[in-house]
């Protein structure tokens, strides 16, 4: 018998038995120990003829396992972790936020759109002006003196008289 056997990686022949002893492969390389570690547990499995079988206590334990997990699942499936709760108001709060996002997005937008406020001017009164005066001077009309009240607040001439000598009033354009 030739105690001379064939790499399992890279198929290089006379290497010695790498089942009973540790080995590494002079062409590839490969530790062969694994090969000895599985060769040592398949002492440990019967066989009979071409077909191997597991020892009784083996396949009951395997059998006990496979129900155990089967009853679990059956389980868990039935009575879902109460963190379920969780995970489904925390993707409610963040579709409410996303919502919210929305919102606040179209809100710039409409914002970015609007025009800017036209600068305004101002006027400082002086001794005898009127309204009649100030917007002949400002507009060079002083038939628009109801706009030079309406841009201060004030609903007719008589309002005006509340204003005093040094105090300023807004002119828009």
Same mark, same amino acid.
């Given at each position: 018998m030739d105690n001379k056997f064939t790499c399992p990686i890279c198929d290089k022949a006379g290497i010695p038995d790498f089942r009973n002893e540790n080995v590494v492969c002079p062409c590839c390389g490969s530790d062969l120990s694994v090969y000895r570690a599985i060769s040592t547990a398949q002492k440990g499995v019967n066989t009979t003829g071409d077909r191997k079988t597991m020892p009784r206590w083996l396949a009951t334990i395997a059998s006990v396992v496979a129900l155990c997990s089967i009853a679990a699942c059956f389980y868990l499936y039935n009575h879902p972790?109460? +963190?379920?709760? @969780?995970n489904q108001q925390l993707f409610a709060q963040i579709d409410t936020l996303k919502r919210e996002n929305?919102?606040?997005?179209?809100?710039i937008v409409v914002l970015n759109k609007r025009p800017l406020p036209k600068e305004r001017r101002t006027y400082t009164v002086v001794k005898g002006d009127c309204p009649w005066k100030i917007s002949e001077? @400002?507009? +060079?009309? +002083?038939?628009?003196y109801e706009e030079l009240l309406r841009f201060n607040n004030m609903t007719t001439a008589k309002d005006f008289n509340k204003v005093k000598v040094g105090d300023t009033i807004y002119i828009e354009e």
């Open positions: 972790p109460k +963190g379920e709760n @969780v929305k919102l606040l997005s179209d809100s001077e @400002v507009f +060079g009309d +002083g038939s628009r």
